[in-house]
T-cell receptor, first 114, second 111 residues
C-alpha cells in the first residue's frame, strides 16, 4: 500500500523557467493539500483540491502559481517563471476525509532556483 | 497572522529526560489538534492528536495536555531517546477544514 508519492524529489530550475511538481495521493484518497516549507517558517498551506475541483486556494500566491487534480493522474503544482524566493520544500498530503483525521504527507519536492 | 504559536524554536534534552513543547491558539473554533513529527528529508508524519473535549491523551511515551480555557496545548515526550530527535509541529483545524501548522520545534536528544 504505497503512501503519498511525490516527484521529483529534487528539482533545480533557472530563474524564469517553469517548475512542475507532481503528487499521487494514497489509494482511495480524494483530498489533496499542498504546503510549502521554508527554513524556520513551518508548513504554510497553499491549496486544497478534490478531484477536478479547487476547494481552497487561499494560500496560493496570486500570480505564477496554479494547481490541478485531474480525474485521472496525479495532482500538479505548477510554478511559472520561477524566482529565487520560490526555493523551498513543497509537500503534498492526502486524506480519505477532509481535515479531522489528519493527513498523510509525501516526502516532498525540494525546489532550488538558481 | 500566525494562528498557532509554537515554542520553543529549538530544544535540547538529555537522554531519559522529558521533552516539552508548547503551543497556543487564538481561534476557539478549532476542534482538532494534531502533532506531527518530521525527520530530515522526510515529510511530516502524524504522531498524536486530541480534540478539545478531553484534557489529556497518552500514546506510549507521548502525551498531549490540553487546556481549553487557556487556549494552550503541549506535547510531552517521556524518557526521551536519541531517535526522538526530529522537528515537531503542533497544528489545528476546524470543521473538517485544512490543517494549520505552527513553525516547528527542532528537538535534539543528547545520547
Amino acid at each position: 500500500n504505497a503512501g503519498v508519492m511525490q516527484n521529483p524529489r529534487h528539482l533545480v530550475r533557472r530563474r524564469g523557467q517553469e517548475a512542475r511538481l507532481r503528487c499521487s495521493p494514497m489509494k482511495g484518497h480524494s483530498h489533496v493539500y499542498w504546503y510549502r516549507q521554508l527554513p524556520e517558517e513551518g508548513l504554510k498551506f497553499m491549496v486544497y483540491l478534490q478531484k477536478e475541483n479547487i476547494i481552497d486556494e487561499s494560500g496560493m500566491p496570486k500570480e505564477r502559481f496554479s494547481a490541478e487534480f485531474p480525474k485521472e493522474g496525479p495532482s500538479i503544482l505548477r510554478i511559472q517563471q520561477v524566482v529565487r524566493g520560490d526555493s523551498a520544500a513543497y509537500f503534498c498530503a492526502s486524506s480519505l476525509q477532509p481535515g479531522r483525521h489528519g493527513y498523510t504527507f509525501g516526502s516532498g519536492t525540494r525546489l532550488t532556483v538558481v | 497572522q500566525q494562528q498557532v504559536k509554537q515554542s520553543p524554536q529549538s530544544l535540547i534534552v538529555q537522554k531519559g529526560g522529558i521533552s516539552i513543547i508548547n503551543c497556543a491558539y487564538e481561534n476557539t473554533a478549532f476542534d482538532y489538534f494534531p502533532w506531527y513529527q518530521q525527520f530530515p528529508g522526510k515529510g511530516p508524519a502524524l504522531l498524536i492528536a486530541i480534540r478539545p473535549d478531553v484534557s489529556e491523551k497518552k500514546e506510549g511515551r507521548f502525551t498531549i495536555s490540553f487546556n481549553k480555557s487557556a487556549k494552550q496545548f503541549s506535547l510531552h515526550i517521556m524518557d526521551s531517546q536519541p531517535g526522538d530527535s526530529a522537528t515537531y509541529f503542533c497544528a489545528a483545524s476546524m470543521n473538517n477544514d485544512k490543517i494549520i501548522f505552527g513553525k516547528g520545534t527542532r528537538l535534539h536528544i543528547l545520547p
